[in-house]
C-alpha cells in the first residue's frame, strides 16, 4: 500500500510537493499515478510516470502547474503542484498500475489513503 504526505492548507498561488512512497517493497520498475477527489466529486486522473521516469499526458486543469518525478533510489515518486487554485482542493491518492493474470487487464492499485490538499482563496 501507497503512503501520501506533504498536503496541507495553503493560500492560492503558493505551492506545494506531494511524496508518495511504499512502507515495504519497490515499485522503481512500475508506473504510478497521482489521482484526486475533491468535495463532492468523482476521482479524478491527475498525471501518471512510468518506471523509467517519463510522464504521462497531465489533463488540462492541471498542465503547466503541475509536474511529476519520481526518485527510484528513494522509491518515491513526487507531485510538484505550483499555483494552486482553490478548486484543485482534494485528497490527493497515488496508485501504481497493476496487470491482471487472467484477463490482462491493466488497472490501477495498492491505494494509499490520501493526504489532503486545501486551497484557500
Known amino acids: 500500500q501507497f503512503l501520501e504526505s506533504g498536503g496541507g492548507l495553503v493560500q492560492a498561488g503558493d505551492s506545494l510537493r506531494l511524496s508518495c512512497t511504499t512502507s515495504?517493497?519497490?515499485?522503481?520498475?512500475?508506473?504510478v499515478a497521482w489521482f484526486r477527489q475533491g468535495p463532492g466529486k468523482g476521482r479524478e486522473y491527475v498525471a501518471a510516470?512510468?518506471?523509467?521516469?517519463?510522464?504521462?499526458y497531465y489533463p488540462d486543469s492541471v498542465k503547466s502547474r503541475f509536474t511529476i518525478s519520481r526518485d527510484n533510489a528513494k522509491n518515491t515518486v513526487y507531485l510538484q503542484m505550483n499555483s494552486l487554485k482553490p478548486e484543485d482542493t482534494a485528497v490527493y491518492y497515488c496508485?501504481?498500475?497493476?496487470?491482471?493474470?487472467?484477463?490482462?487487464?491493466?488497472?490501477?492499485?495498492?491505494w494509499g489513503q490520501g493526504t489532503q490538499v486545501t486551497v484557500s482563496s
Open positions: 510516470i512510468s518506471g523509467g521516469g517519463i510522464p504521462s
Open positions: 496508485a501504481v498500475e497493476l496487470r491482471e493474470s487472467d484477463t490482462g487487464n491493466y488497472y490501477w492499485g495498492n
Open positions: 515495504g517493497g519497490t515499485f522503481s520498475s512500475d508506473t
